[in-house]
């Protein structure tokens, strides 16, 4: 686009709240095993209480691993502190310590893997980060870990998490993203550990209409001559 003159803006900032929202809500729905509550009481199948049926795990003092602290990543871990979640990260750069706030900073992707009961992705999709979460990755997390993603499908390799899925390796996964959406890999939907949403993560009333209002905005700057305010430029 820039080699042919074209302005390309977006729309950031807006959208972090509702996406880690919805980041929270995967977490505890894949902790807590919601699919699967939900399809035995759609179907009918929900007879009476069990003492060992349907366990899920606790988030308070589970251990939040987050791949790129960025905006939606520091607003996710804010919210999970609140669940009592001990939070760790990695990104490209360390930050400040007034954007950890506390988290753990992991130099390389092992180590984070590893420290992580719950692993929410939030990095961006390049080629560096596509494919990331792959089977090599997958067996550096703890057994039964929770694999959550709301930022781009391509950075998990879905025959990877979906094996791991089905053997119990990884506990659930949490998903709002997918590779060749909306033709997500069949196979998620036969796994009852697999939470599943259909790329939600900035729909609320509130969030579509702020980015509406600041794509208008771009929009004024650009034919008044101005420079963009979200002007993207790599």
Known sequence: AQARG????????????ATAEIALLLILGAARNAASGMATIREGRWKNWAPTGMLGTELSGKRLGILGLGRIGRATAHR????????????RHRLPPELEAGACYHADIASLFGASDVLSIHCASTPETRGLVNRETIALLPQ?????????????DDEALIEALASGRIGAAGLDVYNNEPNLHPGY?????????????SATLETRNAMGFRA?????????????RDLVTA
């Open 216 to 228: 208008l905005e771009n929009l004024e700057a650009f034919f008044a001559g101005k420079t963009p």
């Open 80 to 91: 999970a502190r609140a669940f009592g979640m001990e939070i760790h990260y990695h990104s």
């Open 6 to 17: 074209i302005a390309v803006t977006n729309t950031p900032d807006v959208l972090t709240d």
């Open 189 to 201: 939907l036969n796994l009852s550990n697999a939470f599943l949403l259909p790329h939600l993560g």
């Open 144 to 156: 039964g870990a929770i694999v959550v993603n709301t930022a781009r499908g391509d950075i998990v």
